[in-house]
């Protein structure tokens, strides 16, 4: 009799039960006996007649029979089928022949048992010598609680299967599907009925996201290495409803019990939010955080990009730098925030101002540069940088309010001012500083020029780092004349510089770089506090000083701490608030709306008065006038210098005197330099003047001299 190969080992040795079971049989003692009553599973020895004449209580178990019940009655009452009719078909070996057999393997036998229900069982069988002939010994082993074990496996494998949050598809060696979990039936869109026997390049269509081609699973080259493979980056899954969802993909052979390939399990992942992130990155990296506009990095690399492209094709680049003309002071009076959202502001009006194929990028603070590429004539380079400045200076509604502010621009152009990115941008961020000094919402073009003043202008800066310790600052004073009495009423403090080498520094050509770089502050406090200390010294010495005159920048004004630091200078030099007059420029009152009426109101309860300097050249609504507490407008020299042609400047000069007198606010003339102007001024009762005409700014001494004296050109005024 031929035995198949077996598929699991029956728990009890049969080689040594054929060894033990001969030697005792003949007796059948005590010890034997225990032997099979031992035996974990059911045995049964049977004679060449097919009766049962042994069995051990587990076989009365597995069969349902007492023993008296089975002793003596046919193998076929329990073995139905295929276990007897073998052994008599294929006769019974001699004891010498015969081997351990083992049936059931490949075609199951079936048990029965006394309630008629059957089983799958397998037998292990030995032959024995005896009185009676040989025996054949079988040892039982119930199937049933094997497919049981098998099936709970199953079920336990597809619970756990279930649990797991990656889409899981098996497949077999034919390519057809045998499973699928539930994540995988949601993202395939495949219920596991529909799927199943379906190939599955049919459940899993997989294309490239770039070229769009089909990519094959790595079915076979995972079985063919036995390992496990992977997708090819850049996969994206199309579902069954033509959803598309980036994954990743990883295939793996399936090994039975006994290590042979029988399919391939697919474990995918969607990595849509990974792969969203990676691009949120990305842009992070090469985007500004605020204004979502290409970075610096981006900026250069598009910009050696299109100077590569003019090169070529003999076109011009254009890069404009662009800076916001007093943006700190809106930080530091409004707060960041609204200085942010103006900045997004900003950012959205450049963009429309320039073609898809240009750039525009923040390169830090309120600074910004635009790329033009492929300009045909530098001259178009003008023709956009006067439409930005246009479109920055309109107001910008933020959080209820409008917010004024205007920009100046540098132009520098591939190929004449530089043949690289890096000297492009230096370059027009060289025009920009020109431009400022031209005044707000201008632009300049490059020329080599620009360079010597570039570092003549970082030469100062550095210079000033020093000349506050060196004590290089003096104050002169201009008188301020009364024009009905022709007297002194007040000196306006004016900030000179003298450079150790340079020599004298003009004001409109240093004060703009402190601004800048922020040395204003501790300079504009000391010349506060010495022209208090000056005005309480005349005072103190009888002479006619009733007020002194200090101008106070934009940044100043907007410091936070600038009332705590204006009264500390009052307290520390004993002058009375009443005696000073703080002159600011209307650029320092058109942003701060509240604030600076709040501010305003403290001054004016302290004593302290305020004066509207160079009026008639900042902005032409004039209804802030009304709105805070002034008491002074001092009218721009450049405006008084005018006077002398007919036309607007005079129109200026009649409506601000005019307004003046109807706010009940003083007007003062500034830059009178001729008999002409101080004669239209009297006409037009304009209440006080300054300027050459009377005298120029000198030092403390000389204008003491004056306070004592009087002014010798006095005797015009009035006429």
Not at 186 to 214: F, H, N, Q, Y
Not at 268 to 285: E, F, G, L, T, Y
Not at 378 to 402: F, G, M, T, W, Y
Request: net charge negative; glycine share 6%; with cysteine.
């Amino acid at each position: 009799m031929q035995s198949s190969e077996p598929t699991c080992a029956v728990p009890i040795s049969i080689i040594r039960l054929r060894k033990y079971a001969e030697k005792h049989l003949a007796q059948l003692d005590e010890r034997y006996r225990e032997m099979l009553e031992t035996a974990p599973n059911a045995i049964v020895v049977v004679n060449q007649q097919g009766k049962i004449v042994l069995l051990n209580v587990q076989a009365e178990k597995q069969f349902g029979y007492s023993r008296e019940e089975l002793i003596g009655k046919m193998v076929t009452d329990i073995i139905p089928e295929g276990f007897a009719e073998r052994l008599i078909a294929e006769g019974t070996p001699t004891v010498a022949e015969a081997l351990p057999q083992q049936l059931g393997t490949g075609s199951e036998l079936t048990g029965q048992r006394k309630d008629g229900s059957r089983f799958p069982i397998e037998l292990a069988v030995i032959f024995l010598n005896s009185d009676q002939g040989i025996l054949v010994m079988a040892a039982v082993h119930d199937l049933s609680v094997r497919k049981i074990d098998e099936l709970e496996e199953k079920e336990y494998a597809q619970i756990t299967l279930n649990s797991i949050g990656d889409p899981v598809i098996c497949a077999d060696m034919a390519g057809n599907v045998t499973f699928l979990n539930v994540i995988a039936e949601k993202m395939t869109g495949w219920s596991r009925l529909e799927a199943a026997g379906r190939p599955i390049i049919e459940v899993l269509r997989i294309v490239d996201a770039s070229s769009r081609k089909t990519i094959e699973i790595p079915m076979e080259r995972s079985v063919q290495q036995n390992q496990t493979t992977y997708l090819q980056s850049n996969a994206i899954l199309i579902r069954r409803d033509g959803i598309e969802i980036p994954i990743e993909d990883s295939v793996a052979p399936i090994h039975d019990r006994e290590g042979k390939i029988t399919g391939v399990v697919i474990v995918c992942r969607d990595v849509s939010a990974a792969r969203a992130m990676a691009v949120q990155v990305a842009h992070a990296a090469e985007h500004d955080f605020l204004t979502g506009l290409p970075n610096r990095m981006v900026f250069n690399d598009r910009l050696s990009q299109a100077i590569a492209s003019a090169r070529r094709h003999r076109k011009h680049v254009a890069v404009l730098y662009l800076d916001l003309d007093g943006f700190k002071h809106i930080n530091d009076s409004l707060g960041h925030p609204i200085g942010d959202k103006l900045l997004q502001s900003i950012s959205k009006r450049l963009i429309g101002c320039v073609r898809e194929s240009d750039t525009v990028s923040r390169q830090g603070g309120d600074e910004f540069v635009v790329l033009l590429s492929e300009v045909q004539h530098a001259e178009d380079a003008s023709i956009i940088a006067k439409k930005i400045l246009q479109e920055v200076a309109e107001p910008h509604p933020i959080d209820q309010r409008d917010l004024h502010i205007t920009a100046s621009i540098g132009v520098s152009v591939f190929p004449d001012d530089g043949q690289n990115a890096e000297t492009l941008v230096k370059n027009a961020d060289t025009a920009m500083y020109q431009a400022k000094e031209n005044g707000p919402q201008s632009y300049r073009f490059f020329t080599r020029a620009m360079n010597v003043r570039a570092v003549e202008r970082q030469s100062i800066e550095e210079s000033l780092q020093r000349a506050l310790e060196r004590k290089e600052f003096v104050l002169h004073y201009q008188p301020i004349i009364n024009l009905k009495t022709g007297a002194i009423t007040r000196a306006e403090a004016l900030l000179r510089w003298t450079h150790p080498t340079r020599g004298p520094i003009s004001p409109a050509q240093f004060i703009p770089i402190a601004e800048d770089c922020g040395l204003i502050l501790p300079i504009g406090a000391w010349a506060l506090r010495e022209a208090c200390k000056q005005a309480r010294s005349w005072m103190d010495k009888g002479l006619p000083m009733k007020t002194m005159a200090a101008n106070v920048s934009t940044m100043e004004f907007l410091n936070e701490n600038f009332v705590d630091t204006l009264f500390a200078i009052l307290d520390e030099t004993g002058l009375d608030p009443k005696c000073l007059e703080l002159e600011l420029t209307e650029k320092s009152l058109i942003n701060r709306g509240n604030a600076t009426a709040s501010t305003l109101h403290t001054l004016r309860k302290r004593g302290v008065r305020v004066a509207i300097d160079d009026f008639g050249t900042g902005y032409s609504s004039l209804s802030y006038l009304q709105k805070f507490p002034l008491d002074a407008i001092k009218i721009d020299p450049a405006v008084v210098r005018r006077i002398s042609t007919a036309g607007a400047d005079r129109k200026i000069v009649t409506a601000g005197i005019g307004m003046g007198k109807n706010l009940r606010m003083r007007v003062v003339a500034e830059g009178v330099e001729t008999l002409e102007e101080l004669a239209f001024l009297n006409a037009h009762q304009c209440d006080e003047a300054q300027g050459y005409f009377f005298s120029r700014p000198v030092p403390p001494e000389q204008f003491a001299g004056l306070l004592k004296t009087g002014l010798s050109r006095t005797s015009h005024v009035g006429h």
